[in-house]
């Protein structure tokens, strides 16, 4: 029998990982916003 991660822990990293990936984006956005663009 696999030992699964605790549920809650889960549910924890999931909202953070987005908000992070969220957060992220913002940042590239301003980012080309004040760079322009150049990818």
Do not use: V
């Not at 984006?25 to 990818?39: A, S, V």
């Amino acid at each position: 029998m696999k030992r699964q991660p605790p549920k809650h822990l889960e549910d924890l990293n999931e909202p953070t990982s987005s908000l992070l990936a969220s957060s992220f984006e913002e940042k590239r956005k301003k980012r080309k916003y004040f760079l322009g663009d150049f990818d």
